[in-house]
């Protein structure tokens, strides 16, 4: 099978997250989330301050890193949940999953 190295990262990528997904993530405002990508495909949000915790709330949020970092959003609390793979905290100069 011939198969790229990005290719083969996505597979790594989809397979832990089925792993990672099993638990359900408690988002909290204020909280910084990481989807787990690699390279270019990785990205953190804060979860805006105001958010609630109502289950039919929208998650507003800023990145904070990766390649789109100063843009915002706001989606619904499953998609966020199906794109956040942990929490991270800042530690110095690098991401630290909590």
Partial sequence: MDINEDDLLRIYELARGHSDKDKIMEIQAGRCFSNGG????????????DYSTDNNARVAYQIIAGTQEGGSGEISLGEFRAWASYAVVRNKDSWRRV
């Fill in 38 to 49: 690699f390279g270019h495909h990785w990205e953190v949000r804060q979860v805006s301050p």
